[in-house]
């Protein structure tokens, strides 16, 4: 089986792209389809407003689609596409009925590499858990020729999860103290043990470009005044630093024991020339 340069990332809310804007933005760059599906609008009660001349309560769903909507433009992807779940409830939706509207998607594009949050959600969020298994679920019923979901059956090569390696507790003051409180329980990141990265893609090209994405979402990073950059995970790191930490996005690859180390997301993958 032969398959195209084309790349789809699953996430919870809008902004959770970011983990992976690096290799959108790149592959992209080298001619790829590449899309973003988005569970949720991000408008839940536990979500933030950090820029309160940018939205309400009431506005946020809508403020938050249209900021990923911009995230996309930046990185020079398709638009996204919105599942409509509801913010903070992602693990109430039965995991089945998820999975089947998901593996729908996926016959319909027919990414060949997709990508979605870790088992642990990154920093435990629920909704972010509950999208790794219901993706997780999908990527295994498209393939399945024996269900019947109004497209041919079709399997991606594929399935990547997102991952912040564990060393970034000591070298990244912004990871080792974020906090996020969500559902009345504060959470934060410990990351995924190094060893256990299988794949570390080099976007020091596309940074700039991924910040750029990353600062459509107003409702959702503080601005340094100095920069008009958003405040990320990289703002506190010393700058020669910056590139060994941030310029490669990491890993890891679904359903392999073996220690793979890769450098590409396409690599074992026979592609087509032609796009179809
Ligand atoms: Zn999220």
């Keep these: 089986m032969t398959y195209d340069l084309s790349l789809l990332f699953i996430g919870a809310h809008p902004d959770d792209e970011g983990s992976a804007g690096g290799v959108l933005g790149k592959y992209a760059e080298m001619g790829a389809r590449a899309y973003v599906v988005c569970a949720t609008r991000g408008d839940g009660v536990d979500a933030q407003i950090k820029d309160p001349t940018v939205a309400t309560r009431e506005t946020l769903g809508e403020a938050r689609v249209r900021e990923l909507a ?21 693990e109430k939706v039965a995991p089945l009925a998820a999975a089947r509207k998901a593996a729908r998607l996926l016959r319909e594009l027919r990414p060949t590499v997709v990508i979605t949050h870790g088992p642990d959600g990154g920093y435990g969020h629920p909704d972010h858990i509950a999208v790794h298994y219901f993706t997780t679920l999908a990527v295994e019923l498209a393939g399945d020729p024996a269900l019947e979901l109004g497209f041919p059956a079709f399997a991606p090569a594929k399935l990547y999860f997102t991952a912040f390696p564990r060393s970034y507790m000591e070298y990244v003051p912004g ?82 024991a073996v220690n793979v180390v ?13 796009k179809s």
């Design 70 to 90: 911009c995230a996309c433009a930046t990185l020079g992807i398709n638009p996204p596409i919105v599942l409509g779940y509801q913010d903070g409830e992602v």
């Design 175 to 256: 990871f080792r103290n974020r906090r996020a409180e969500i559902g009345g329980r504060v959470l934060g990141f410990i990351g995924v043990p190094d060893e256990q990265i299988t794949t570390e893609v080099d976007i020091q090209e596309w940074m700039r470009r991924k910040m750029d994405a990353l600062a459509c979402h107003r409702t959702q990073f503080e601005f340094d005044p100095e920069t008009g950059r958003p405040k990320t995970f990289a703002s506190d790191v010393a700058e020669a630093d910056r590139l060994r930490l941030f310029g490669h996005e990491r890993f890891v690859l679904a359903g392999t």
């Design 262 to 274: 890769e450098t590409d997301l396409f690599s074992g993958v026979e592609l087509r020339r032609d």
